[in-house]
T-cell receptor, first 113, second 114 residues
Framework: GENVEQHPSTLSVQEGDSAVIKCTYS??????FPWYKQELGKGPQLIID?????GEKKDQRIAVTLNKTAKHFSLHITETQPEDSAVYFC????????????FGTGTQLKVEL | SAVISQKPSRDICQRGTSLTIQCQVD?????MFWYRQQPGQSLTLIAT?????????ESGFVIDKFPISRPNLTFSTLTVSNMSPEDSSIYLC???????????FGSGTRLTVV
């Protein structure tokens, strides 16, 4: 089955700096890669996703890149703000919402003033 | 995207008892998923629930421990049976809305077994 590795496990940045979180996956048939933000006491919230026919996707301060050959994808957050502090999870799936998601181990992001 | 209501939001239960968690969706969905998130850990899939068929369980999870019902396209329940402290976790339901869409999660049920 699919295996998703995520690094780093913790990340501390100064407000205004950029943050990068990286994931690798093992199943070459995976074609849907979402990123979730989980705040304390809440369920995961989708922040951005990318499909295997696209190499990069951007939404304001958040971007995701995908390298299918190397089987890795990354989350980039620019101009970080204190409200970006949370746990971020990457995930992978075959075919999007019709199939199960396999999650990475999570990254605790702390944005310091 | 779908809106999910999950109940209860938290509970403290005695060991040996059972708890049923409800997941209500505001639209009809084909796929519903139940996840467990142990303290400080990632999400692990327990089972996939399709309406009208038996749930499909992942390795390490069994129906006797985590029975699931899926009576219609907007509702599902997960029961955590004969609980022990090791079952203390957050339990989350999620829905998939087809291959062209993503997944939405409920807010979770924080379970503490004492």
């Amino acid at each position: 089955g699919e295996n998703v590795e995520q690094h780093p496990s913790t990340l501390s940045v100064q407000e205004g700096d950029s943050a990068v979180i990286k994931c690798t996956y093992s199943d070459s048939a995976s074609n849907y890669f979402p990123w979730y933000k989980q705040e304390l006491g809440k369920g995961p919230q989708l922040i951005i996703d990318i499909r295997s026919n696209v190499g990069e996707k951007k939404d304001q301060r958040i971007a995701v890149t995908l390298n299918k050959t190397a089987k890795h994808f990354s989350l980039h957050i620019t101009e970080t703000q204190p409200e970006d502090s949370a746990v971020y999870f990457c995930a992978a799936s075959r075919g999007g919402g019709g199939n199960k998601l396999t999650f990475g181990t999570g990254t605790q992001l702390k944005v310091e003033l | 995207s779908a809106v999910i209501s999950q109940k209860p939001s938290r509970d403290i239960c005695q060991r040996g008892t059972s708890l049923t968690i409800q997941c209500q969706v505001d639209s009809q969905v084909t796929m519903m998923f139940w996840y467990r998130q142990q303290p400080g850990q990632s999400l692990t899939l327990i089972a996939t629930a399709n309406q009208g068929s038996e749930a499909t369980y992942e390795s390490g999870f069994v129906i006797d421990k985590f029975p699931i019902s899926r009576p219609n396209l907007t509702f599902s329940t997960l029961t955590v049976s004969n609980m022990s402290p090791e079952d203390s976790s957050i339990y989350l339901c999620s829905v998939g809305q087809g291959a062209d869409y993503g997944y939405t999660f409920g807010s979770g049920t924080r379970l503490t077994v004492v």
